[in-house]
């Protein structure tokens, strides 16, 4: 097998590949997955939802490309396999984070703190509407 690799390797056919866009496009490509698989360890707060789902769907299409196109472009396809997949896990963090409660988890809010702006809408509006009746006794 190893043998039947290095044969190969000092062909013309992978002086071909290795000097084509088949290979260079890829490479090049690489980094994206890798900023986007060392974007998992950053805070949820500066994950761009908007951003995210635009590479994931753009690596899904150029997934279907790499394999649909002849010869086939398998080091793309890897590449755009792994960035999807790491775009994915930081839209589904984004969505934890931002509509399912980690935000309010991790900030430590709770039901308390709703409690509370209630009580405060509450008295506001009391101290609004006396000075309003106020206003309407020195008018009179």
């Not at 496009?25 to 635009?54: F, H, Q």
Request: charged share 20%; hydrophobic share 45%; aromatic share 14%.
């Amino acid at each position: 097998m190893a043998s039947t690799f290095f044969t190969w390797l000092r062909s013309p056919a992978a002086r071909e590949y290795f000097f084509s866009t088949h290979f260079w496009g890829p490479v090049a490509n690489w980094g994206l997955p890798l900023a986007a698989l060392a974007d998992l360890r950053k805070d949820e707060e500066v994950i761009s939802g908007t951003m995210t789902s635009a590479l994931a769907c753009y690596s899904m299409v150029f997934m279907r490309f790499a394999w649909r196109v002849q010869p086939r472009n398998y080091l793309l396809f890897a590449c755009h396999a792994t960035n999807a997949t790491a775009q994915s896990v930081q839209d589904i963090r984004f969505v934890r984070y931002w509509y399912l409660g980690g935000r309010e988890d991790k900030l430590g809010v709770t039901g308390q703190v709703g409690d509370k702006v209630e009580q405060n809408i509450g008295q506001a509006k009391g101290k609004v509407t006396a000075a309003v009746e106020a206003v309407k006794d020195k008018t009179k």
